[in-house]
């Protein structure tokens, strides 16, 4: 049960994560002007903003959550 509510946790704390950095990314997409970028307009925003660890954190999190709460509810009690 342990594992399960940790997975939770980082679910939940991975979504906001990755959330809010997009939700940032895409308020500051119009001071991007230039479309042709090597990364594309939205990546080119998230690394001028320094995004890309947060969003990487955000990613592992959600992706140990998942982990986290199949292993709490595959494992015999």
Do not use: C, D, H
Not at 37 to 53: D, E, K, M, S
Not at 55 to 61: A, D, E, K, N, S
């Amino acid at each position: 049960m342990k594992k399960i509510i940790a997975g939770i946790g980082f679910e939940i704390t991975g979504v906001i994560m990755v959330l809010f950095s997009t939700l940032i990314a895409s308020m500051s997409l119009e001071n991007t002007s230039e479309w042709n970028t090597q990364l594309g307009r939205y990546w080119q925003t998230v690394y001028n903003l320094g995004l890309i660890p947060i969003q990487i954190t955000g990613i592992v999190l959600l992706i140990a959550g998942i982990g986290f709460s199949l292993w709490g509810a595959l494992t015999k009690s």
